[in-house]
């Protein structure tokens, strides 16, 4: 199964929200999120993509990775809610640090090619 996001806008930053269909927060999440706009947000089922387990550690759900088309810009869990989100991509578009992450970046870079 490939990966359902579209790598090829340059710059853009990517939204990776690793969850599970079984989990009840999850889908919560899932259906607040449905309405923000402006960004390119692609819910994972960890069940579908059992493969990027391999690559890398998901402790929680949900777990949220963004990134553009050179590094992470961040990876981890989140509170489960609008503006959680909101505030964090807020913060890496107007502060964009590169994370410690390569190994990560890696795996990414990997999994969308396939």
């Known amino acids: 199964m490939t990966c359902p996001v579209k790598s090829e806008e340059s ?6 929200v690793v969850c599970a269909d079984w989990c ?6 899932k ?9 390119d947000i ?11 387990t391999d690559e890398i550690e998901i402790e929680t759900f949900p777990t949220v990775i963004i990134f553009d088309e050179t590094d992470v810009l961040f990876f981890g869990p989140i ?11 807020s913060a890496v578009k107007t ?5 410690t992450h390569p190994e990560l970046a890696l795996a990414i870079k990997t999994w969308l090619r396939e």
């Open 11 to 16: 710059g853009a930053i990517k939204i990776l």
């Open 24 to 29: 009840s927060v999850c889908r919560s999440y």
């Open 31 to 39: 259906v607040t999120l449905n309405d923000l706009s402006g960004f």
């Open 42 to 52: 692609n819910w994972i089922d960890i069940n579908d993509f059992e493969s990027l």
């Open 79 to 89: 509170e489960p809610n609008k503006n959680s989100l909101t505030s964090l991509l």
């Open 95 to 99: 502060t964009p640090s590169k994370t």
